[in-house]
Every structure is written in C-alpha cells, then in structure tokens.
C-alpha cells in the first residue's frame, strides 16, 4: 500500500473510532439525562411534583392536614394550572435546606422553589438552572427585642443560629471575618430546631433571609408572645426563585414564562378578577400574547412555549386560579408582614426590581 493509501486507511479508522465514541457518549446515563423531557414526564404521570419549604410563613408552610400554603407554593400552583389547566394537580414534598439539590438531581421532585439563592456555584458545579428571580433578599440577623443589640457589629463573641447548608452561612462567615468580629455557629437541621434554640437562649441571635426572619418574627410574637428586632444590616445579596435540572430547556422555559406572564399580567393590569374580560377584549398586543388571544380581529400569536404540549391561552389558567404577581404576593407576603411598597420586590414602574422580559 503506498503513503496516500496508508494516509486514507488512517482517516477512515479515525473516523470509524469517532462515530463509536459519539454513539457511546449518547447512550451514557449522563446522554440520557441530558434528553429527558420533564415536561412530557409530568403530563405522563398527571401532576406536578414540586419541592418546598414545610416551615416558613410566607413562603412555605406544610401543615398537618396535607394542605400547604405560601409564595413558594403559589408559584408551583402556577405551574400546575399552566400544564393541566387546573392549579389543583400539584403534589408537594418537603425540601430542606440539605437536601434539596439531591432532591431535584434524583428526580424526585420536578421543579425546586423553596427560597433557593441563585449563586455561580449552584448554577455550575450543582447543574441547576433558575427560573427569574420571584424575590430579592438578603441575609440579616434577628436577635431578642430585649438584648440591648442594635447592630450586628455588636454582636462579636456571640452564638448564632443557622440552618445547615444554606447561602447563609457564608454571607455570615464573610461579613464576620471582614469586620474583624469573632462568633459561634449553631448550625442546625430545620427552623423549628432554630426557633426552639433562639427561644430556649442556646444561640443569641438567628440569622437566614431578611424576609424569612420577618416572618418568623411574625410567628415568634402571634403564637409565643416574644418580642424579635430583625437588625438593620443586609449581610449578602439572595436572589429566590424556581429551579430546574440542567439540560432541560423545554421544561425550563414553561417555569421561566409562567413566573414572567404573572409580572407581565401585573404590569398590564390582569388580574384573577378580570383575565376573563381582557382575554375576550384585550386592550393591547401585550394582553392579546400573555392570554394566547388574537388581538383586533387578528390570529393568535405562537410563542412556542411548551411546543404544543401545553395551551396556549396557559396564563389564562394561571392567573384565573393562582392571580398576577402582586396578588400572589399580597395573599402570602404582605400577610406576614413583609411589605411590598417602597421594596425590591416593588414593580420596576414604582422602583423596585420586578420585571419581564417581554412575551413576544
């Protein structure tokens, strides 16, 4: 065989070793899971399965009649009725701070919103992919109103408490170490743990969101009577919304448009009292794509989102059972206290951070 044919023999082995190779790295487990379609996973089975928080008011309450209720909760409803038409279908499983990732990469549970911070290393070495962000937060500290404590840099040589494995636990480290202050972490595994010690006086200050310390602040006052002060300093920035496997693009668009069709549906207006009337007559092409109607006179709009598996008219159903941004955060959030007005979680039209994309 002379040099050329030497040349193409080489080529055609090398080839040859490619397409094995390509084929093998498609039937690996990883392939397979990179082509999963959890969209068409949860219509098979017939209802959502979303994990939550179990023990935080106005986020995620489990309680013991199998009913659930909060923000977090709201927006797996929201999921729910855009699938199947009916907020109803939608099991829920606690997810705790430990493990709630292991939750969503064993598939057990469909989609995570349980005040998880979007962070780099979540987003990369954990292969979670988030939703836009439902609320802006930040880590704090709460302490006894009776303490004598009105800053966290007063707070060198204390005891805080801190559930285990949360963002929290660094913007603590951080904030701590930079102001040059000294402290101890009770790290433990859930809030009622954290709220036994902070009552009992094992840890002298509890730290976690700002918003969760407001609700339990709430709590601590309605059903045991103690007095909390949730201390001015923001210890990090905590960006909470829904989280989805990687890989998972068509799935990932569903949560991502419907958490945007609910702060669209506020900014135009639609609402859970009137989205019947707007998708009949909507005042504008905006109204018209949110709802999945013609406007004057003319066809629908295909935004493609869920590829025909899902309706089109989907935030019809979510706003009519779940409601627009500012009605989900008014029946959960407001209610504990956490005021809206004047906030991050504000619209973008009255300064706050709130704000979609547009559908389209």
């Given at each position: 065989?002379?040099?050329?044919?030497?040349?193409?023999?080489?080529f055609?082995?090398?080839?040859?070793?490619?397409?094995?190779?390509?084929?093998?790295?498609?039937?690996?487990d990883?392939g397979?899971d990179?082509?999963?379609?959890?969209?068409?996973?949860?219509?098979?089975?017939g209802?959502?399965?979303?994990?939550?928080?179990?023990?935080?008011?106005?986020f995620?309450?489990?309680?013991?009649?199998?009913?659930?209720?909060g923000?977090?909760?709201?927006?797996?409803?929201?999921l729910?009725?855009?699938v199947?038409?009916?907020a109803?279908?939608?099991?829920?499983k606690?997810?705790?701070?430990?493990?709630?990732?292991?939750?969503?990469?064993?598939?057990?549970?469909?989609?995570?919103?349980r005040?998880?911070t979007?962070?780099?290393?979540?987003?990369?070495d954990?292969?979670?992919?988030?939703?836009?962000t439902?609320?802006?937060?930040?880590?704090?500290?709460?302490?006894?109103a009776?303490?004598?404590v009105?800053?966290?840099?007063?707070?060198?040589?204390?005891?805080i408490?801190?559930?285990?494995?949360?963002?929290?636990?660094?913007?603590?480290?951080?904030?701590?170490?930079?102001?040059?202050?000294?402290?101890s972490?009770?790290?433990?595994?859930?809030?009622?743990?954290?709220?036994?010690?902070?009552?009992?006086g094992?840890?002298?200050?509890?730290?976690?969101?700002?918003?969760?310390?407001?609700?339990?602040?709430?709590?601590?006052?309605?059903?045991?009577?103690?007095?909390?002060?949730?201390?001015?300093?923001?210890?990090?920035?905590?960006?909470?919304?829904?989280?989805?496997?990687?890989?998972?693009?068509e799935?990932?668009?569903?949560?991502?448009?419907?958490?945007?069709?609910?702060?669209?549906?506020?900014?135009?207006?639609?609402?859970?009292?009137?989205?019947?009337?707007?998708?009949?007559?909507?005042?504008?092409?905006?109204?018209?794509?949110?709802?999945g109607?013609?406007?004057?006179?003319?066809?629908?709009?295909n935004?493609?989102?869920g590829?025909?598996?899902?309706?089109?008219?989907?935030?019809?159903?979510?706003?009519?059972?779940?409601?627009?941004?500012?009605?989900?955060?008014?029946?959960?959030?407001?209610?504990?206290g956490?005021?809206?007005?004047?906030?991050?979680?504000?619209?973008?039209?009255?300064?706050?951070?709130?704000?979609?994309p547009?559908?389209?």
């Amino acid at each position: 065989m002379n040099r050329h044919g030497r040349l193409v023999s080489l080529f055609a082995v090398m080839a040859a070793l490619l397409v094995v190779f390509v084929v093998a790295a498609c039937e690996s487990d990883d392939g397979e899971d990179a082509r999963e379609n959890t969209l068409d996973v949860i219509i098979e089975r017939g209802n959502l399965i979303c994990g939550v928080k179990a023990d935080t008011p106005g986020f995620g309450v489990l309680n013991p009649d199998g009913s659930a209720e909060g923000n977090d909760v709201d927006y797996c409803r929201a999921l729910a009725a855009a699938v199947f038409g009916d907020a109803s279908k939608v099991e829920f499983k606690e997810a705790t701070s430990a493990n709630r990732f292991e939750l969503l990469a064993a598939k057990e549970i469909d989609v995570l919103i349980r005040t998880t911070t979007w962070t780099a290393s979540r987003d990369a070495d954990l292969e979670v992919a988030y939703a836009p962000t439902t609320f802006y937060d930040g880590a704090g500290i709460m302490v006894h109103a009776g303490s004598g404590v009105g800053s966290v840099n007063e707070l060198g040589g204390s005891t805080i408490c801190i559930l285990d494995g949360t963002s929290t636990q660094g913007a603590v480290s951080d904030y701590f170490a930079e102001n040059g202050l000294t402290y101890s972490e009770l790290t433990l595994q859930d809030n009622a743990a954290i709220r036994g010690a902070f009552i009992g006086g094992q840890c002298d200050a509890w730290s976690s969101d700002k918003s969760q310390l407001g609700g339990h602040q709430f709590t601590l006052k309605s059903d045991d009577g103690i007095d909390a002060v949730v201390l001015p300093e923001t210890l990090s920035k905590e960006p909470l919304g829904p989280s989805v496997r990687d890989y998972d693009s068509e799935w990932e668009d569903v949560v991502r448009w419907v958490v945007n069709g609910m702060i669209i549906a506020e900014e135009q207006g639609v609402t859970s009292a009137n989205v019947s009337a707007m998708a009949a007559n909507p005042p504008n092409n905006t109204v018209a794509r949110l709802l999945g109607v013609g406007f004057d006179g003319g066809a629908p709009s295909n935004l493609g989102i869920g590829h025909g598996k899902i309706p089109g008219t989907f935030m019809q159903s979510v706003i009519s059972q779940v409601g627009n941004y500012g009605e989900a955060y008014d029946a959960t959030l407001e209610a504990v206290g956490l005021t809206r007005a004047g906030s991050l979680n504000d619209s973008y039209v009255n300064g706050g951070l709130i704000y979609s994309p547009p559908m389209r």
